[in-house]
């Protein structure tokens, strides 16, 4: 059961195979079983599962069943569920029960599907690897000794060894594309504004976008189905149609133009991950598309725009923590100051506060030209580079990460060099565009990932493109040995 | 740019962020190696590009000055690390 995609566990329900009541549980023991080897589950919520699962059975005996009614997914534990808690992989949230759902939470609900639990997370989001997790490292499934990626490492992990068939992940410079791409699985992250942003906790909110994790391209539209459209309780949701974006998934692919950046596939891209992705756009020439290379002369300059504008707007996001009303408060505060001070030392982590100074910093009286304003001059440039390769192309690929899994404990003691594993998907987020990673075959023993990116809101064609890929490839379907 | 222990010192402040003695060199080792980072920001003459705040080209929405939210004051309290008939307790902020 737990090697069949979202798409044809809903039709095993719908046609009574089995319930959901009984997929739900097979789940749980999968997980009671395994995640102890993985560490992707902060919270795991059998009883409301169970509860959920019956309610969707009934649901479907009454013929009044959504396209997932009585599918399992898990949500990244950064997604506020009511009545349970919601950590974002933090000490300072440990203690905290969401009193209300997000909205992507309350659109699965009202979908009928079940959720078996909150996953793990760097921690606020921020990191590559989910190694800065206040409960603890992931492990990658197809390495024990790798990491999974980050920052929705848990929601990767976890999809990747079949413990849950889907679950949603946030990606603010890469954390839903390169963790799938370490772990071998499907991600997407929409266009900036496509998702709402209302009760998934923020980091840095012009960058901040939630998208499915997945095995294939086809769930992933299956669940976008369920998460894109307007909300008026984020004031950055855009009010624009959305689309069935399983309609366009089996159109051929002759005629269309792939951009290959010619600074995607240069020095510091690992020669494993450059040969599957080259193997990858052979396909695609065989599907009939047509490549031409193309140049994003910004690329270089993505990571350090981005470690301006992302830290100046979470030292921002998370002044809200203050130990006052909700969250971590320290032992006996002498004064008002010593409780903000001390609740905010002892409850967040060493990169979250790395990254709250940083921003503090660059915002601080006499920096802010320097640093905020200039680094929005080069996100506007970064942007332009992008409107003008989609000027003569379709989509565009490259690798979306520039080498496969790494060892825990190699990079977290040195920040910029975790930082430079975003190097290739940074961008997407400074521009708002749609990008998802697929998986793309292997460099030794672990997955290679290829990132698609798009214009904006062509998230239907990007799953197109995905989805004629994983027709003619088995790579989507490679499970890691201990998880089959 | 490289700070020193009394700029790391100062920031935490600023961000109300209390950090361990013994922590300062090893912050401020970290923070200079991610502005020396940021700082490749400054091989590229920016002077006639118009800062971009936000991916989109969008007005902010208006609506109705309507209440559109319940009172949940009960719900929201019974997270917080210390409450006392409905208020939100702190050390005390005036002689």
């Known amino acids: 059961m737990h090697n069949k995609t979202l798409a044809e566990l809903s039709a095993g329900i719908k046609s009574g195979e089995f319930s959901s009541e009984e997929l739900t549980l097979s789940y749980i023991q999968r997980i009671q079983k395994l995640d102890g080897q993985l560490n992707s589950f902060i919270t795991v919520t059998e009883k409301l599962a169970l509860q ?31 009545g349970v808690r919601t950590s974002c992989g933090s000490k300072m949230l ?23 639990g909150k996953t793990n997370m760097d921690e606020f989001a921020m990191g590559s690897s989910n190694e800065t997790s206040f409960y603890g490292a992931v492990k990658n499934p197809w390495d024990l000794d790798t990491v999974p990626g980050g920052s929705s490492g848990g929601s990767a992990a976890a999809v990747a060894a079949r413990l849950v068939p889907a679950a949603t992940g946030t990606d603010t410079g890469g954390s839903i594309r390169q963790p799938a791409a370490l772990t071998g699985i499907t991600g997407l992250k929409p266009t900036y504004g496509r998702v709402s942003r209302y009760g998934m906790i923020a980091f840095a909110s012009s960058l ?3 998208g499915p994790m997945t095995r294939t391209a086809e769930d992933a539209a299956l669940m976008l189905n369920v998460m894109a459209g307007f909300d008026e309780r984020d004031s950055t949701s855009m009010d624009r149609a959305v689309p069935d974006y399983t309609a366009e998934l089996n159109q051929d692919l002759k005629g269309l133009k792939i951009g290959l950046p010619k600074e995607y596939f240069g020095e510091g891209l690992d020669a494993g991950v450059a040969k599957a992705v080259e193997a990858a756009i052979e396909e695609y020439k065989k599907l009939g598309a047509e490549v031409v290379e193309i140049s994003l002369p910004n690329t270089g300059l993505s990571v350090p725009t981005y470690y301006v504008v992302a830290p100046a707007e979470c030292s921002s996001n998370l002044s809200r923590f203050d130990g006052v009303r909700f969250g971590y408060r320290c032992e006996d505060p002498k004064d008002l100051e010593d409780l903000y001070k001390r609740s905010r030392g002892e409850g967040f982590g060493d990169e979250v506060k790395r990254r709250i100074l940083v921003g503090a910093y660059a915002l601080s009286a006499g920096y802010y030209d320097a640093y905020y304003l200039k680094a929005q001059k080069l996100r506007r440039l970064i942007s332009d580079d992008f409107t003008k390769a989609f000027e003569q192309v379709d989509v565009i690929m490259g690798p979306t990460s520039p080498s496969v899994a790494f060892k825990r404990g190699e990079r977290s003691d040195d920040p910029v060099s975790m930082y ?53 490839t088995d790579w989507h379907t490679r499970a890691p040995e201990e998880f089959k | 740019m490289s700070l020193d222990k009394a700029d790391v010192v100062k920031i935490a402040h600023l961000a109300r962020i209390a950090i361990d003695e013994e922590m300062i060199p090893e912050y401020t080792n970290n923070l200079s190696g991610i502005l020396e980072l940021v700082e490749q920001m400054n091989a590229v ?51």
Do not use: W
Request: net charge negative; glycine share 6%; proline share 6%.
């Open chain 1, 420 to 472: 430079l594993s975003d190097i290739f998907t940074i961008a997407a987020n400074l521009a708002g565009l749609p990008g998802m990673s697929v998986p793309a075959g292997f460099a030794g023993k672990l997955p290679v990932g290829l990132q698609i990116i798009g214009n904006y809101f062509e998230e239907s064609r990007l799953l197109n493109v995905a989805h004629q890929y994983q027709q003619v």
């Open chain 1, 94 to 116: 440990d203690n905290f029960i969401a009193p209300y759902d997000a909205s992507v939470v309350s659109r699965f609900k009202q979908a009928g599907m079940v959720t078996l």
């Open chain 2, 45 to 95: 003459d920016t002077d006639a590009v118009a800062p971009m705040a936000h991916p989109l080209d969008m007005v902010q929405r208006l609506r109705e000055d309507q209440v559109s939210e319940e009172n949940q004051r009960d719900k929201f309290q019974e997270i917080s690390p210390k409450v006392e008939n409905g208020l939100f307790l702190v050390p005390q902020v005036i002689e």
């Open chain 1, 52 to 82: 959920q699962a019956r309610a969707a059975d009934k649901r479907i005996a009454a013929g009044q069943a959504d396209a997932l009614t009585g599918v399992p997914l898990a949500h990244k534990d950064i997604f506020c569920t009511d």
């Open chain 1, 208 to 210: 901040d976008q939630a």
